[in-house]
């Protein structure tokens, strides 16, 4: 996916800010869904009974060098708003760093 902007409100701040910090930060948030310093990955999530919004689930490398799972839903014009993040359990990076091999920057 091709993000140009990552949406962020009063209310994931405040969310991030009070539950992730130590796991992320916002602008790690920003490199994994903007793909700055490396490539991300982006994987539909199967949709859950209790809501109709679709989410992604998308793997990364921030510039910091650490790896992130992030789930963020779509938005018009090619943004993204983040929800949460979590790091990556060890199969999950070990399936993305070998399919950021196949891939071209």
Known sequence: MNI????WD???RRH????RPQRCTLAEVDDILLSRCF???FREQERQEHTDESRYVVFGQACTKKFL????????NQRMRPITCIHPSDA????????RQTVKR
């Open 4 to 7: 140009k902007e990552v949406e």
């Open 10 to 12: 009063a209310h994931n």
């Open 16 to 19: 991030f800010a009070e539950h």
């Open 39 to 41: 490539r991300s990955r």
């Open 69 to 76: 799972k992030v789930i963020a839903t779509p938005r018009p």
């Open 92 to 99: 999950a990076l070990v399936n993305y760093l070998r399919w």
